[in-house]
């Protein structure tokens, strides 16, 4: 079953089948990636291990997907570069000239910082925008919240019926007939239990509920009327990376605090490859491993 077909709102929300990317359509067409982690071949060198610098592929498989969608705005979800919190040699070689290249065939560049990306704004053109790493609010037919997840979103996100996250690059690992481990990337798209999600954010900003719908309290303290419905974890752009295997680690297993919230509903998760197939529930692809 392809992707398109049940993800969503078409219209809304569109994963850009083979890309690891998302295409939000309304009067501006805007394609969201996340996790190029440029230059993380320099850190695999300090390791010992020699791979070519990797962002000139990364850059081409944009080109071309920019080329072929021909967005108005390109969102980039967080951890544009690799290196914490010092900016590599090879970061400050490759990334401005990276962008500069985007931002010939996009009219608008905008990144939302992730955890990798102290410092960004040092050796960024003008022309590219870096947005609070608070999230940044699409108001669509839908609100959509994008956002890094590597830490809590603003408050005014909870107004969106949709979160989009990075930070966890998901897999879905496979067991072999000889025993043998692949795993393969994947978009997680996870229901929500408004309730607890609320309670959760409320408890890490320290306001009391003492028995009060936690919800109600959030609209009386911010402003802000909850309306997140399903969240959406993205898949990695840069091919080179690693991920969590979302089917094998525990829910307190994964990175920041979003996922480990208790109004994450994981085990009814659906899992989807990054070449259009629907794998199914996230609960019963626990028994593949």
């Not at 037919?141 to 949709?162: D, N, T, V």
């Not at 690059?169 to 978009?187: C, D, L, N, Y």
Request: proline share 5%.
């Amino acid at each position: 079953m392809l992707i398109g077909k049940i993800f969503w709102c078409r219209l809304v929300l569109r994963p850009l089948i083979p890309w690891p990317a998302l295409l939000i359509k309304n009067k501006k067409k805007t394609v969201v990636i996340s996790d190029l982690h440029l230059g993380y071949e320099f850190e695999l060198a300090e390791m010992g291990i020699n791979i070519p610098s990797q962002t000139e592929k990364i850059k081409e498989n944009l080109l071309r997907l920019i080329e072929k969608v021909r967005p108005d705005r390109l969102v980039i979800l967080g951890d544009l570069k690799h290196s914490i919190p010092k900016i590599s040699a090879q970061e400050w070689q490759d990334i401005p000239f990276f962008l500069e290249e985007i931002r010939k065939k996009v009219v608008e560049v905008q990144i939302v910082p992730g955890n990798h990306d102290g410092k960004l704004a040092t050796f960024l053109a003008s022309n590219v925008k870096v947005t609070s790493g608070r999230g940044l609010l699409l108001k669509n037919r839908e609100k959509i919240g994008l956002f890094h997840g590597h830490a809590w979103p603003s408050s005014k996100l909870f107004e969106a019926k949709f979160w989009v996250i990075g930070h966890n690059h998901p897999t879905i690992q496979f067991r072999g007939m000889f025993g043998f481990k692949v795993s393969k990337t994947a978009w997680i798209k996870i229901p929500v239990d408004r309730k607890k999600l609320t309670e959760s954010f409320l408890r890490y900003r320290n306001v009391k509920i003492e028995g009060e719908n936690p919800e109600r309290v959030l609209e009386e303290k911010y402003g802000v009327k909850v309306n997140c419905s399903q969240l959406l974890v993205m898949p990695a752009f840069n091919e080179l990376l690693g991920g969590l295997p979302f089917n094998v680690k525990d829910q307190n297993e994964f990175l920041g605090p979003i996922l480990k919230s208790e109004g994450i509903l994981l085990d009814k998760a659906e899992v989807f490859l990054t070449d259009g197939t629907y794998l199914g529930i996230l609960k019963d692809l626990k028994r593949v491993v």
